[in-house]
């Protein structure tokens, strides 16, 4: 039901949005391409999976940022000593 209303909605966003907003009439239109090539379906529907039967090596990384005022490292501390 939501899914019917949305591209309307977004078509008519973009034509009443003024030409000056560039980057928003681009993020719009980016979007109503994405919702018709989909057929109404969300991304989230369309899952992509991991074949974990073969005998392939996978690599998993993952970023870890760690708040260097909170936890310094150990070195900085000790130049840091009182005179």
Do not use: T
Request: hydrophobic content about 35%; charged content about 40%; aromatic content about 8%.
């Amino acid at each position: 039901m939501e899914e019917e209303k949305y591209l309307p909605e977004l078509m008519a966003e973009k034509d009443s949005l003024d030409p000056s907003f560039v980057h928003a009439s681009r993020l719009l239109a980016e979007e109503i391409e994405k919702f018709q090539g989909s057929d109404g379906k969300k991304e989230d529907e369309e899952k992509k999976y991991l074949d974990v039967i073969s005998n392939k090596n996978i690599k998993l990384s993952e970023r870890v940022l760690i708040p260097v005022k909170q936890y310094p490292k150990k070195w900085h501390c000790i130049f840091r000593l009182p005179d």
